[in-house]
């Protein structure tokens, strides 16, 4: 693969993966033979050897239960090499401003601004309507075909050989019998959510993106672009935000966004091989109001109202005593703990009521 540094490889580790890794044994391991590790990584990517090992696969309980398939640090290198030095800057011109995932600038600040502006653009028809589409299982059932089609004409031979092998590598049978041991292991900690636990998903042949991997996450918002253009130019249906597997469209007329649900849902279906959850996907008035990026937005006396989901707040609660619980032991620096505080405070400063600020103080200034 043409165009491989040195310099860039050393960049993604110092700053992203070394800062990053919380398993320090592994970032000492690495650093131990710090340049041959990078010249070795440097020479696969370069004679094109490069092929993805296999993953550590793990379980976690926080927001839900969910599958994490980690990587070791020399795929995490390759993997954030690939997203920032070849995905992003040849494929982020295909992915329009409203997509709130992954980007720089263009996170869940960003989206709950958009929300909050559409919603105040859209005030002078009274009420309005949101259709909420939600993509069942979307990660487990991104088609590897379909993706790797979207891919071909917009990279070189080179750079789509090695994103292909990326995209594959949950093809390797090891994977589900790893998920098997783990919900095993988890039913046998927790058995009282047996039915959540056994209810993960399990990956089919040709189907699904690593978890927790920065080129799946980059993948998964480039897999619906085409249909994002669909919706804004085609159905002029400007009014949308898509997170990940979250599609919400503000519209006037009820009518023709449940018209617009049909086409929509067709080539979801018959394009991308995907299903729509359909008891997650209605379409409401802006007056009984709707979820979305961990908060709830409604009018009342025609002011907006934001407010944090309440599983949202129990969740940050039990997440900044983790945090707090960690730098009374030692584990982690004030900086980080200081960094992690000002995170869940700043990110809530779009609700409208001050729960989970006052949480925050409370824990982290008790001791004065």
Same mark, same amino acid.
């Given at each position: 693969?043409?165009?491989?540094?040195?310099?860039?490889?050393?960049?993604?580790?110092?700053?992203?993966?070394?800062?990053?890794?919380?398993?320090?044994?592994?970032?000492?391991?690495?650093?131990?033979?710090?340049?041959?590790?990078?010249?070795?990584?440097?020479?696969?990517?370069?004679?094109?050897?490069?092929?993805?090992?296999?993953?550590?696969?793990?379980?976690?309980?926080?927001?839900?239960?969910?599958?994490?398939?980690?990587?070791?640090?020399?795929?995490?290198?390759?993997?954030?090499?690939?997203?920032?030095?070849?995905?992003?800057?040849?494929?982020?011109?295909?992915?329009?401003?409203?997509?709130?995932?992954?980007?720089?600038?263009?996170?869940?600040?960003?989206?709950?601004?958009?929300?909050?502006?559409?919603?105040?653009?859209? !005030?002078?028809?009274?009420?309005? *309507?949101? +259709?909420? %589409?939600?993509? $069942? @299982?979307?990660?487990?059932?991104?088609? =590897? /075909?379909?993706?790797?089609?979207?891919?071909?004409?917009?990279?070189?031979?080179?750079?789509?050989?090695?994103?292909?092998?990326?995209?594959?590598?949950?093809?390797?049978?090891?994977?589900?019998?790893?998920?098997?041991?783990?919900?095993?292991?988890?039913?046998?900690?927790?058995?009282?959510?047996?039915?959540?636990?056994?209810?993960?998903?399990?990956?089919?042949?040709?189907?699904?993106?690593?978890?927790?991997?920065?080129?799946?996450?980059?993948?998964?918002?480039?897999?619906?672009?085409?249909?994002?253009?669909?919706?804004?130019?085609?159905?002029?249906?400007?009014?949308?935000?898509?997170?990940?597997?979250?599609?919400?469209?503000?519209?006037?007329?009820?009518?023709?966004?449940?018209?617009?649900?049909?086409?929509?849902? !067709?080539?979801?279906?018959?394009? *991308?091989? +995907?299903? %729509?959850?359909? $008891? @997650?996907?209605?379409?409401?008035?802006? =007056? /009984?109001?709707?979820?979305?990026?961990?908060?709830?937005?409604?009018?009342?006396?025609?002011?907006?109202?934001?407010?944090?989901?309440?599983?949202?707040?129990?969740?940050?609660?039990?997440?900044?005593?983790?945090?707090?619980?960690?730098?009374?032991?030692?584990?982690?620096?004030?900086?980080?703990?200081?960094?992690?505080?000002?995170?869940?405070?700043?990110?809530?400063?779009?609700?409208?009521?001050?729960?989970?600020?006052?949480?925050?103080?409370?824990?982290?200034?008790?001791?004065?």
């Amino acid at each position: 693969m043409n165009g491989v540094k040195i310099k860039d490889l050393l960049n993604t580790y110092d700053l992203e993966i070394r800062i990053n890794t919380k398993n320090k044994r592994k970032v000492f391991a690495f650093e131990r033979n710090k340049m041959q590790n990078i010249e070795s990584i440097y020479n696969s990517l370069i004679d094109n050897s490069y092929y993805p090992t296999k993953y550590n696969i793990f379980i976690i309980r926080e927001p839900k239960y969910r599958i994490v398939m980690s990587l070791n640090i020399r795929d995490k290198i390759v993997n954030h090499y690939l997203a920032r030095y070849v995905l992003i800057p040849k494929l982020d011109k295909y992915l329009d401003m409203r997509i709130v995932a992954t980007r720089t600038g263009y996170g869940t600040d960003y989206g709950i601004k958009l929300i909050k502006r559409y919603i105040e653009e859209n !005030k002078k028809y009274g009420n309005f *309507y949101i +259709l909420k %589409i939600d993509i $069942k @299982k979307y990660f487990y059932n991104i088609d =590897h /075909e379909v993706l790797k089609n979207l891919l071909k004409d917009k990279l070189d031979i080179e750079e789509f050989t090695m994103i292909s092998r990326i995209i594959d590598s949950t093809d390797y049978d090891y994977i589900n019998k790893y998920i098997d041991i783990e919900v095993k292991k988890m039913i046998e900690k927790r058995p009282y959510d047996k039915e959540k636990i056994e209810d993960l998903p399990r990956y089919m042949k040709g189907k699904g993106l690593c978890l927790g991997a920065m080129t799946s996450q980059f993948l998964s918002i480039f897999y619906l672009s085409g249909l994002d253009h669909y919706i804004i130019h085609d159905l002029h249906l400007k009014y949308m935000v898509h997170y990940m597997d979250d599609i919400v469209i503000i519209h006037h007329d009820k009518k023709y966004l449940k018209e617009c649900l049909v086409k929509i849902e !067709k080539i979801i279906n018959e394009v *991308y091989k +995907l299903e %729509i959850n359909r $008891k @997650k996907t209605n379409i409401v008035s802006i =007056h /009984e109001g709707f979820n979305f990026l961990g908060y709830r937005f409604f009018i009342r006396n025609n002011k907006t109202i934001i407010k944090i989901k309440g599983d949202t707040i129990k969740k940050v609660k039990r997440r900044v005593k983790e945090v707090n619980y960690l730098y009374d032991k030692g584990y982690i620096s004030f900086e980080r703990c200081f960094s992690s505080i000002n995170t869940y405070l700043y990110s809530f400063k779009y609700a409208s009521n001050l729960k989970v600020v006052k949480i925050v103080n409370k824990i982290y200034f008790k001791n004065g």
